[in-house]
């Protein structure tokens, strides 16, 4: 059975700062790995994903995150937060071998960036 | 070009009520699926289907039913409302359901069971 954790409920940085949300997966397979955004009263709005090659992946809103294979990591990084970015992400994965899409999401990590 | 629509926005509903959520895409997508999302636990999915015609279940389907009788719309009916129901769904679609595609999200309904 897949799984996807996301050890922090909340993570407070200071605007300007880097921005870190860490996120670990269990897969019996090769993992697609997906991170979204969820502003208040919104849907999910897709950030990145990780399907295979370069292990640091570049999303949107200048967002990046980086596979690593060993450890069954896949955490999201902003080099320099704004306070914009506070809001709800999840981390998901799909299995490769499951052709009906199934995504399994994690709890979510609210980002908070103060001023 | 929409996206994905959900209607209604907010509900209440009573204890052994019925109701339809809707949700319709204008992307042609084939995958569309139902989650409900819990403080705490993520999002869950209800229900899903790969086309016009097919549907299967996901993790959390008990109390609820689905049809996609249109590539369009996949409503997703409560048939006895319990509070347990009470929570904020979601609809997503895909162009396929190949594992490598990112889904597009609703905006969700709110919905409180009395």
């Known amino acids: 059975a897949q799984s996807v954790a996301q050890p922090e409920d909340q993570v407070n940085v200071a605007e300007g700062n880097p921005l870190t949300v860490k996120c670990t997966y269990s897969v019996s397979g090769n993992p697609y790995l997906f991170w979204y955004v969820q502003y208040p009263n919104r849907g999910l709005q897709f950030l990145l994903k990780?399907?295979?090659?370069?292990?640091l992946v570049k999303g949107s809103y200048g967002f990046e995150a980086e596979f690593n294979k060993s450890q069954t990591s896949f955490h999201l990084k902003k080099p320099s937060a704004l306070v914009s970015d506070s809001a709800l992400y999840f981390c998901a994965v799909r299995v490769t071998t499951d052709s009906w899409g199934k995504l399994q999401f994690g709890a979510g990590t609210q980002v908070v960036v103060t001023p | 070009n929409a996206g994905v629509t959900q209607t209604p926005k907010f509900q209440v509903l009573k204890t052994g009520q019925s109701m339809t959520l809707q949700c319709a895409q204008d992307?042609?997508?084939?995958?569309m699926s139902w989650y409900r999302q819990d403080p705490g636990m993520g999002l869950r999915l209800i229900h899903y289907?790969?086309?016009?015609?097919?549907?299967d279940q996901g993790e959390v389907p008990n109390g609820y039913n689905v049809s996609r009788s249109t590539t369009e719309d996949f409503p997703l009916r409560l048939l006895s409302a319990a509070p347990s129901q009470t929570s904020v769904y979601f609809c997503a679609s895909s162009l396929t359901g190949t594992s490598n595609q990112p889904q597009h999200f609703g905006d969700g309904t709110r919905l409180s069971i009395l």
């Open positions: 289907s790969v086309g016009a015609g097919i549907t």
């Open positions: 992307m042609n997508h084939e995958y």
């Open positions: 990780y399907i295979t090659g370069d292990n």
